[in-house]
């Protein structure tokens, strides 16, 4: 296959393969990142991190799973890294500090980064599930590979999101 | 399926990437392949640096010089631009200055600003700009404010190389949109030494240069306010930053783990420094990091403002921390380990209901040292009120490594006869705002209280103050003889109402003044889901306030109710300011505990000022780590300075502190020999000594603290049957706690083996608190596998 003959020919050092690598999957790493953070500026920092990370990690794939199932795990590492070195400067104030951007889906998008925060301190890999399967698509399987827990901890975990999110609306409608 | 459900908002498509963006991540990584494969490396990036290009690079401010080894496409990148923009800024700003200086406005400009600049400013010069050393590139309106706010923050760090790394790429990206026009822009580089961002230059590119512009202008606000925290790190400078690289990979998923590499180790030395700053008034050693984040943040979290806040899962706010890590008391600045004592259990009663609802707690909720001292030691206890403790220092075989060693170091607070117990002054302020209404919050609080009346005397008086909307008085001070009034009170307490914690506290403190009793106990309950949204909105003032009438002798206890929008690391600096405890009171039971079992503790301070210090033996002692404490750590000099606040202990409170030792000799080492240091002569006498032990407290109504020592030894008196018991049993706790934060440091400890130990060393157990640690840890092997 000729992606893995890619990926070998970069692990061995030839940085015209890493180089078309990359120009393969920027945009898949890019698109992640912003489905992480949505918000484009921080999403081309962790996209570029990701890729100098890549440039020091590929020697550590194996072939074993899919490329793209690393690369993701990659790219959550990174955000993480990269949300970390965010709340050292400003503390917790993430949803506060993106500015907007100027499309009309703005309120969608500070609601939809509230409920991200919200989930990710629902507990240790919620917000990373929800990415996983609903903003990629994938199968509980697939997502438990690459977060290294089982099909079934992913199941688990929409299903207290779903929960979470049903409260979550209850409360919304009661207020209202 | 709503339209604006998770799923489906989830599932809107990002935007399309930047082009500039992707040739700026594609030239950043390539570089730093070529930095990996340099021999086979064929990529320009890596052909050695031109003469020109060298000297540039010295030009270059010392910061970035480290960051541009790494990315040596920037400074390529550079040669030309840059060339053309010292040149430039050169002769254009000696003009500019020249015209301008006739122009008083905008020399006014120029000076340091407090207010953001105007996202649309002339060329204007900076002094720097003349000193054509400091001209690094024309790019990047919006990374010059943050890059200078960084720098503010960097003052105390190492080179950052991440952000380094980060910031030349998007400045170079930030290139790439908008070619630098050389002929009209006028570089104007962030002054450097002064962290205070002054005034940016926006060059007048068509392009995309405005929307970056406003965020400078917003960043430059933002380095402003980073100044200020700048002062803070010399009033207060911090050491709580130790960090390995394996703390940081602890942090990321276990999964992710795998893929980690020197990559991460760059980032470790970039936060060891970072992380050392501070916030403002808060010389203690604890410091509630990010709590005005979280005032912010709430507010922002609930859609309207005014009406009822909505109760929400998953907002609880933590302090974050890192783990100890493993230090070498034969390094220098390392031989030392002082800590504040704590008594709090708040973190064990939050793990457990968070565990008890199927979920892993938060990580940085897990605080070992107050799982550990949520249970009772038999650890014996002082025989006079003048010196309080009596340590108890026991060494045992550590389970977590073959070879190592535990020190266990327990004190017992004097625990008051009854006939010696103080009066107390209580008042208890409750608050009844709308959050308050939930089954375990007010309802819950009416009961605790009940039954911490049954633990005074009837010459104590309680009074009671609520706050929601308004701050009100509910009950005048009432000695507890009066029982039924007291409840009758209580009783008629119903929720509503937004928090206005803050005039709350003022009434409840200026009653238990009015009531002052010199001799006695005065004290102010405060009774909370951990919201202050209205009235003293900085948490600064609240705590300065709280501070300044411990001075007074009126202390602050806070406990914690509910869930969902608890304030942990709130209610923590309120107590620790107000000399208090915290308490997170999650059952009726938890309730009994902290009230009545505890109410001597929780009420009577025999002890303020706790500070612990020990000092290892380098000859006997290769490697220690102190469990837990990490948001106790005090500096080596502030043990012995009294005007250096600490915990303090109640009647009967026990406190313990495990540390795990790799004894010299044993192969058991974390970090291998030095190379290059000599060994230090042993000491005559101490040989069979691991450390040294001291403690200074104050007794409640002195200034001057006291101080007791002790030697550790090697062999020590074989403690007795039930004191090792407690060894066991605190040891499976701290094992626990440690899991919980991800068992960096356990070896191959699992959640069996703890509950091995616990069942082991559970004893009597008269309260059933252990068996329910056991179910705790089931709980936890259970939620992990889910």
């Given at each position: 296959?000729?992606?893995?003959?890619?990926?070998?020919?970069?692990?061995?050092?030839?940085?015209?393969?890493?180089?078309?690598?990359?120009?393969?999957?920027?945009?898949?790493?890019?698109?992640?990142a912003?489905?992480w953070c949505?918000h484009r500026v921080n999403a081309e920092d962790i996209a570029q991190l990701a890729c100098i990370k890549l440039a020091s990690s590929?020697?550590?794939?194996?072939?074993?799973?899919?490329?793209?199932?690393?690369?993701?795990?990659l790219v959550?590492s990174c955000a993480q890294d990269w949300q970390r070195s965010q709340r050292r400067h400003d503390h917790d104030e993430l949803?506060?500090s993106v500015p907007?951007?100027?499309?009309?889906?703005?309120?969608?998008?500070?609601?939809?980064?509230?409920?991200?925060?919200?989930?990710?301190?629902?507990?240790?890999?919620?917000?990373?599930?929800?990415?996983?399967?609903?903003?990629?698509?994938?199968?509980?399987?697939?997502?438990?590979?690459?977060?290294?827990?089982?099909?079934?901890?992913?199941?688990?975990?929409?299903?207290?999101?779903?929960?979470?999110?049903?409260?979550?609306?209850?409360?919304?409608?009661?207020?209202? | 399926?709503?339209?604006?459900?998770?799923?489906?908002?989830?599932?809107?498509?990002?935007?399309?990437?930047?082009?500039?963006a992707?040739?700026a991540a594609?030239r950043a990584a390539?570089a730093e392949?070529?930095r990996?494969?340099?021999?086979?490396?064929?990529?320009?990036?890596?052909?050695?640096?031109?003469?020109?290009?060298?000297?540039?690079g010295?030009?270059r401010l010392s910061s970035q010089t480290r960051g541009s080894d790494t990315m040596p496409w920037y400074s390529?990148r550079g040669?030309?631009?840059?060339?053309?923009?010292?040149?430039?800024?050169?002769?254009?700003?000696?003009?500019?200055?020249?015209?301008?200086?006739?122009?008083?406005?905008?020399?006014?400009?120029?000076?340091?600003?407090?207010?953001?600049?105007?996202?649309?400013?002339?060329?204007?010069?900076?002094?720097?700009?003349?000193?054509?050393?400091k001209?690094e590139s024309?790019a990047a309106p919006d990374q010059r404010g943050r890059d200078a706010g960084r720098r503010a923050e960097a003052q105390t760090t190492t080179a950052n190389e991440r952000e380094d790394k980060s910031a030349g790429a998007k400045a170079q990206r930030a290139e790439l949109?908008?070619?630098?026009?050389?002929?009209?822009?006028?570089?104007?580089p962030p002054p450097v030494e002064e962290p205070s961002v002054?005034?940016q230059?926006?060059?007048?590119?068509?392009?995309?240069?405005?929307?970056p512009?406003?965020a400078g202008?917003l960043q430059g606000q933002d380095a402003n306010r980073q100044d200020?925290s700048l002062?803070?790190v010399?009033?207060?400078?911090?050491?709580?930053s130790?960090r390995?690289s394996?703390d940081v990979k602890?942090e990321a998923?276990?999964?992710?783990?795998?893929?980690q590499s020197e990559e991460l180790e760059e980032v470790t030395v970039a936060k060891r420094g970072a992380r050392a700053a501070?916030?403002?008034?808060?010389?203690?050693?604890?410091?509630?990091g990010?709590?005005?984040?979280?005032?912010?943040?709430?507010?922002?979290?609930?859609?309207?403002?005014?009406?009822?806040?909505?109760?929400?899962?998953?907002?609880?706010?933590?302090?974050h921390?890192d783990?100890?890590?493993?230090?070498?008391?034969?390094?220098?600045?390392?031989?030392?380990?002082?800590?504040?004592?704590?008594?709090?259990?708040?973190?064990?009663?939050?793990?457990?209901?968070?565990?008890?609802?199927?979920?892993?707690?938060?990580?940085?909720?897990?605080?070992?040292?107050?799982?550990?001292?949520?249970?009772?030691?038999?650890?014996?206890?002082?025989?006079?009120?003048?010196?309080?403790?009596?340590?108890?220092?026991?060494?045992?075989?550590?389970?977590?490594?073959?070879?190592?060693?535990?020190?266990?170091?327990?004190?017992?607070?004097?625990?008051?006869?009854?006939?010696?117990?103080?009066?107390?002054?209580?008042?208890?302020?409750?608050?009844?705002?709308?959050?308050?209404?939930?089954?375990?919050?007010?309802?819950?609080?009416?009961?605790?209280?009940?039954?911490?009346?049954?633990?005074?005397?009837?010459?104590?008086?309680?009074?009671?103050?609520?706050?929601?909307?308004?701050?009100?008085?509910?009950?005048?001070?009432?000695?507890?003889?009066?029982?039924?009034?007291?409840?009758?009170?209580?009783?008629?307490?119903?929720?509503?109402?937004?928090?206005?914690?803050?005039?709350?506290?003022?009434?409840?403190?200026?009653?238990?003044?009015?009531?002052?009793?010199?001799?006695?106990?005065?004290?102010?309950?405060?009774?909370?889901?951990?919201?202050?949204?209205?009235?003293?909105?900085?948490?600064?003032?609240?705590?300065?306030?709280?501070?300044?009438?411990?001075?007074?002798?009126?202390?602050?206890?806070?406990?914690?109710?509910?869930?969902?929008?608890?304030?942990?690391?709130?209610?923590?600096?309120?107590?620790?300011?107000?000399?208090?405890?915290?308490?997170?009171?999650?059952?009726?039971?938890?309730?009994?505990?902290?009230?009545?079992?505890?109410?001597?503790?929780?009420?009577?301070?025999?002890?303020?000022?706790?500070?612990?210090?020990?000092?290892?033996?380098?000859?006997?002692?290769?490697?220690?780590?102190?469990?837990?404490?990490?948001?106790?750590?005090?500096?080596?000099?502030?043990?012995?300075?009294?005007?250096?606040?600490?915990?303090?202990?109640?009647?009967?409170?026990?406190?313990?502190?495990?540390?795990?030792?790799?004894?010299?000799?044993?192969?058991?080492?974390?970090?291998?020999?030095?190379?290059?240091?000599?060994?230090?002569?042993?000491?005559?006498?101490?040989?069979?000594?691991?450390?040294?032990?001291?403690?200074?407290?104050?007794?409640?109504?002195?200034?001057?603290?006291?101080?007791?020592?002790?030697?550790?030894?090697?062999?020590?008196?074989?403690?007795?049957?039930?004191?090792?018991?407690?060894?066991?049993?605190?040891?499976?706790?701290?094992?626990?706690?440690?899991?919980?934060?991800?068992?960096?440091?356990?070896?191959?400890?699992?959640?069996?083996?703890?509950?091995?130990?616990?069942?082991?060393?559970?004893?009597?157990?008269?309260?059933?608190?252990?068996?329910?640690?056991?179910?705790?840890?089931?709980?936890?092997?259970?939620?992990?596998?889910?």
């Amino acid at each position: 296959m000729e992606e893995q003959e890619l990926i070998r020919r970069a692990q061995a050092g030839d940085s015209t393969a890493f180089s078309e690598l990359l120009d393969l999957y920027y945009d898949t790493i890019f698109r992640f990142a912003w489905k992480w953070c949505r918000h484009r500026v921080n999403a081309e920092d962790i996209a570029q991190l990701a890729c100098i990370k890549l440039a020091s990690s590929l020697a550590q794939y194996r072939f074993q799973a899919a490329f793209t199932s690393w690369l993701y795990r990659l790219v959550i590492s990174c955000a993480q890294d990269w949300q970390r070195s965010q709340r050292r400067h400003d503390h917790d104030e993430l949803v506060e500090s993106v500015p907007m951007e100027d499309d009309s889906q703005a309120e969608d998008q500070i609601y939809l980064l509230q409920l991200l925060a919200e989930l990710q301190e629902l507990g240790e890999g919620m917000k990373e599930t929800a990415l996983l399967v609903h903003a990629e698509g994938l199968s509980h399987a697939e997502a438990g590979a690459i977060l290294g827990v089982s099909e079934s901890t992913i199941s688990w975990r929409i299903h207290t999101m779903r929960r979470h999110m049903g409260k979550r609306e209850a409360r919304a409608t009661q207020s209202v | 399926m709503k339209p604006n459900s998770l799923e489906n908002l989830l599932k809107q498509e990002a935007p399309q990437p930047d082009p500039a963006a992707r040739v700026a991540a594609r030239r950043a990584a390539l570089a730093e392949f070529a930095r990996i494969h340099p021999q086979t490396a064929n990529d320009t990036a890596s052909k050695p640096r031109s003469k020109l290009q060298a000297l540039l690079g010295l030009l270059r401010l010392s910061s970035q010089t480290r960051g541009s080894d790494t990315m040596p496409w920037y400074s390529r990148r550079g040669l030309v631009g840059g060339a053309a923009s010292i040149f430039v800024a050169v002769i254009g700003s000696a003009v500019v200055w020249e015209t301008l200086r006739q122009d008083p406005q905008v020399t006014e400009l120029n000076r340091p600003a407090a207010a953001p600049p105007p996202s649309e400013t002339r060329p204007v010069p900076e002094p720097a700009a003349l000193d054509g050393a400091k001209a690094e590139s024309t790019a990047a309106p919006d990374q010059r404010g943050r890059d200078a706010g960084r720098r503010a923050e960097a003052q105390t760090t190492t080179a950052n190389e991440r952000e380094d790394k980060s910031a030349g790429a998007k400045a170079q990206r930030a290139e790439l949109r908008s070619p630098a026009p050389p002929d009209i822009a006028v570089p104007v580089p962030p002054p450097v030494e002064e962290p205070s961002v002054s005034v940016q230059t926006v060059t007048p590119a068509p392009t995309a240069a405005t929307a970056p512009a406003q965020a400078g202008a917003l960043q430059g606000q933002d380095a402003n306010r980073q100044d200020d925290s700048l002062d803070s790190v010399v009033v207060t400078g911090q050491r709580r930053s130790a960090r390995s690289s394996k703390d940081v990979k602890r942090e990321a998923m276990p999964a992710v783990e795998a893929i980690q590499s020197e990559e991460l180790e760059e980032v470790t030395v970039a936060k060891r420094g970072a992380r050392a700053a501070p916030h403002k008034g808060m010389p203690q050693g604890r410091q509630a990091g990010g709590s005005m984040g979280g005032v912010r943040a709430n507010i922002l979290h609930s859609p309207e403002p005014g009406a009822l806040p909505p109760p929400a899962e998953g907002r609880d706010k933590f302090e974050h921390f890192d783990l100890n890590s493993v230090k070498r008391p034969a390094i220098e600045g390392e031989q030392v380990s002082t800590f504040s004592a704590d008594v709090d259990t708040a973190s064990y009663s939050f793990v457990r209901k968070q565990l008890n609802q199927g979920v892993l707690p938060q990580k940085d909720s897990v605080r070992a040292e107050e799982m550990i001292n949520y249970f009772d030691y038999a650890w014996p206890a002082a025989e006079s009120r003048e010196r309080p403790f009596q340590p108890t220092v026991v060494v045992s075989d550590s389970p977590w490594g073959k070879g190592r060693k535990l020190i266990h170091i327990g004190i017992k607070g004097y625990e008051l006869p009854a006939r010696e117990r103080p009066d107390a002054n209580l008042v208890m302020l409750i608050d009844v705002s709308g959050s308050m209404q939930d089954i375990d919050k007010l309802p819950l609080v009416k009961q605790s209280m009940k039954l911490l009346l049954g633990s005074l005397k009837p010459t104590d008086t309680v009074a009671i103050v609520v706050y929601a909307g308004a701050a009100g008085l509910v009950l005048p001070p009432t000695p507890v003889g009066e029982k039924e009034k007291i409840v009758a009170a209580l009783d008629s307490l119903t929720p509503g109402g937004s928090t206005a914690g803050a005039e709350g506290i003022a009434l409840a403190y200026q009653l238990a003044e009015q009531t002052f009793r010199k001799e006695g106990v005065n004290r102010i309950l405060l009774c909370t889901d951990g919201d202050f949204n209205v009235g003293i909105d900085s948490t600064n003032e609240l705590r300065g306030f709280v501070e300044r009438k411990r001075e007074k002798g009126i202390f602050l206890s806070v406990l914690g109710f509910g869930q969902g929008n608890y304030r942990d690391e709130l209610a923590q600096a309120l107590a620790q300011n107000g000399n208090g405890v915290a308490a997170y009171i999650d059952t009726i039971n938890e309730a009994q505990k902290v009230l009545v079992q505890q109410a001597g503790s929780s009420l009577f301070t025999i002890a303020r000022d706790v500070k612990l210090q020990v000092e290892f033996n380098p000859a006997t002692v290769a490697e220690y780590r102190l469990v837990g404490y990490e948001t106790r750590a005090l500096k080596r000099e502030d043990f012995n300075n009294d005007a250096v606040d600490a915990g303090d202990v109640g009647a009967g409170h026990t406190v313990t502190a495990i540390y795990e030792i790799t004894p010299v000799g044993v192969d058991a080492r974390m970090i291998e020999e030095s190379r290059y240091t000599t060994k230090p002569p042993p000491p005559a006498g101490t040989a069979s000594e691991y450390g040294f032990l001291r403690i200074r407290y104050k007794l409640p109504n002195q200034r001057k603290s006291q101080l007791i020592e002790q030697p550790i030894r090697m062999e020590p008196p074989r403690a007795s049957e039930v004191i090792q018991r407690d060894v066991e049993f605190s040891t499976a706790v701290a094992g626990f706690a440690q899991l919980l934060r991800g068992g960096q440091y356990t070896g191959s400890l699992s959640y069996d083996d703890v509950i091995r130990q616990a069942l082991a060393a559970r004893g009597d157990d008269p309260y059933g608190h252990r068996s329910d640690f056991v179910q705790l840890v089931r709980k936890a092997q259970t939620a992990r596998g889910m």
